[in-house]
């Protein structure tokens, strides 16, 4: 059974720093791709960034030159780090994971909340 436990979220005041961290477990499949959704109050979940085992990266535009994923692939770990927060970025942030063969793993979310 696929189990994914974040970790990190917070309040925090504009402009501040948060560093997520999400720690994959239970499940014999390899994992492709792990990442970071969030989804705001009435607004769809959207990807935030994702990482390959490669170590190739994608980020939403919103973020790119503020947040930064990384990853322990011997850990199953992915941390995103946050940087120069906006009250935009408030949102719970959910980790996933891409299994070979199985498809995509969710966490429970962590909520992230920037203050003005």
């Known amino acids: 059974q696929v189990h994914l436990v974040e970790s990190g979220g917070g309040l925090v005041q504009a402009g501040g720093s948060l560093r997520l961290s999400c720690a994959a477990s239970?499940?014999?499949?390899?994992?492709?791709?792990m990442g970071w959704y969030r989804q705001a109050p009435g607004k769809q979940r959207e990807l935030v960034a994702r990482?390959?085992?490669?170590?190739?990266?994608n980020y939403a535009d919103t973020v790119k030159g503020r947040f930064t994923i990384s990853r322990d692939n011997a850990k199953n770990t992915v941390y995103l780090r946050l940087n120069s927060l906006k009250p935009e970025d408030t949102a719970v942030y959910y980790c996933?994971?891409?299994?070979?063969?199985?498809?995509?793993?969710w966490g429970q979310g962590t909520q992230v909340t920037v203050s003005s």
């Open positions: 239970g499940s014999r499949f390899s994992i492709l791709a």
């Open positions: 996933y994971a891409l299994y070979a063969g199985l498809g995509d793993g």
């Open positions: 990482i390959t085992t490669g170590g190739s990266t």
